[in-house]
């Protein structure tokens, strides 16, 4: 994919590069050559709410975003184009802060870290270093985990448990820990998986590792180890939050990886000193299992987690004693890895374990009591034949009093959610690709997508695995 041969669009590019101190080397021009330019976007209005995009949940760490002043409805071709680049392999999407996109995914045999011009798709930096790990399920080799941006710093985490800190403006590395080495820590089913957490200094993972070292929080400057939480569960797919719970910060870890027999559940700690508050298991029983979805605080105390494997979700509450409290199961609350959003008392979210049992559903706060439920099935025509699509496990992003639906086969749709039911206002098929489960992010009126896969064979000149993005503003 070619950068096209447009003059004006080569002048910004080396006025972008330039203002960071930096030239056309080897692996920036690599980078210009992947990506291809197709329009600037509309202007932003001036009155327009806009947020950075830190961690790959949002400013929130939830699944929400400040922004307005966003498209209603998408045109008949979909939302226009800014830029499209060839991605590597890997389960992330992009993080935006301080006007600097960063992608975190792997090619060959090397983990790289990108950082991009956000409304351009300039090259601005590349870091790699060297991984060997092998999917044993057949799944993709590169990364799970989004980069992390805090304080002028970049974090990632790999999927053999290499924890880097790059700077964010030039992409020097400061300093890198092979976590896996030093704490024993196992690869587990799919890799490593779940994203850090920066927190007041502190780079705060789930590792797993020897001497059941559950979590542990490492100095943001230097990767030493300040503290470390001790339990037999091991490392999950879900990613570490702090939300103010019984009136102060408290560190929710839904925890649990490979392990005989299946164990994991939701630990409360203290994030300044690492103090394990309680522990409350949820996890099913089946040894091939995980724990992926990001708890979801509902209120002042409570919170929310739930699993796709066997026994669904279940609403916990934290009592004064800082002990875990059960309010309600909901077993038909089902979500595989994305987050449920919580809107007008209810929580939404698609539901199910694999594609075919997989719907969108609602469920009441304070009862759990299901709502309702939707399995939404549509065609597509393609050429000459009918395809009968979904949103599948889909993930839901909420900005500007909407709801922007994306489903794992790169179907894009704006809905309206309540407890009554739900509204598709828009829908638009972006592309015909597999494993779109990253959650889309939104950035100063533009919305950034990852596609993983190669679109199907029945695409005519189907794209390979790409960063797309996409004009939403008004």
């Known amino acids: 994919m070619p950068l096209r041969n447009d003059t004006g669009m080569m002048k910004r590019l080396s006025v972008i590069l330039f203002s960071f101190g930096i030239g056309l080397g080897h692996g920036v021009a690599q980078n210009v050559e992947r990506l291809t330019f197709h329009a600037a976007p509309r202007a932003l209005a001036a009155d327009a709410v806009t947020s950075d995009w830190h961690r790959f949940l949002g400013p929130n760490d939830d699944g929400t975003t400040p922004e307005t002043h966003l498209i209603d409805s998408f045109p008949e071709t979909g939302p226009p184009v800014v830029w499209e680049m060839k991605k590597g392999s890997g389960y992330t999407s992009p993080v935006i802060s301080e006007g600097i996109l960063v992608m975190f995914d792997r090619y060959d045999d090397e983990e790289v870290v990108e950082a991009f011009d956000p409304e351009t798709g300039a090259p601005i930096w590349r870091f790699a270093y060297p991984v060997t790990y092998s999917d044993r399920y057949g799944f993709k080799n590169g990364p799970r985990a989004s980069a992390v941006l805090d304080s002028g710093k970049v974090y990632t985490l790999g999927v053999t448990c290499v924890l880097s800190c790059l700077d964010l403006k030039t992409g020097e590395k400061l300093w890198q820990k092979d976590l896996a080495a030093e704490y024993e820590v196992p690869t587990y089913f799919f890799g490593y998986g779940s994203c850090p ?271 797309i993005c996409y004009d939403l503003r008004k």
Not at 404 to 424: D, M, P, Q, R, S
Not at 455 to 467: K, Q, T
């Open 197 to 467: 957490l920066v927190y007041e200094g502190k780079v705060i993972v789930n590792l797993g590792g020897k001497e059941n070292l559950c979590v542990a929080a490492l100095d943001q400057n230097s990767g030493e180890k300040i503290w470390g939480t001790q339990h037999e569960w091991r490392a999950s797919y879900s990613s570490p939050v702090v939300k103010t719970l019984q009136g102060k910060p408290r560190l929710l870890v839904f925890a649990g990886g490979e392990s005989r027999p299946a164990t994991g559940g939701l630990l409360c700690i203290d994030p300044d000193t690492g103090e394990l508050h309680d522990a409350f298991p949820w996890r099913a029983d089946k040894y091939e299992s995980v724990n992926s979805a990001t708890p979801v605080v509902v209120s002042d105390n409570r919170v929310f987690i739930t699993e796709a494997y066997q026994i669904g979700g279940v609403m916990l509450e934290l009592t004064p004693e800082l002990k875990w409290k059960e309010i309600w199961q909901a077993p038909g609350f089902n979500i595989h890895w994305n987050t449920p959003l919580k809107h007008q008392g209810a929580l939404f979210g698609f539901l199910g374990r694999n594609e075919p049992d997989a719907y969108l559903g609602a469920f009441d706060i304070e009862s759990g009591k299901e709502l309702w439920k939707k399995d939404i099935m549509w065609s597509t025509k393609v050429g000459e034949r009918d395809y009968r699509m979904s949103y599948f496990r889909g993930s839901l992003l909420a900005a500007d009093e909407k709801f922007f639906a994306l489903g794992e086969l790169g179907t894009l749709a704006i809905l309206e959610l309540n407890k009554e039911g739900f509204k598709e206002t828009s829908r638009t098929q972006l592309f015909f690709a597999r494993a779109t489960w990253s959650l889309p992010v939104i950035h100063r009126g533009l919305l950034y997508i990852s596609q993983h896969e190669d679109e199907f064979p029945f695409v005519e000149n189907g794209h390979p695995p790409r960063l």
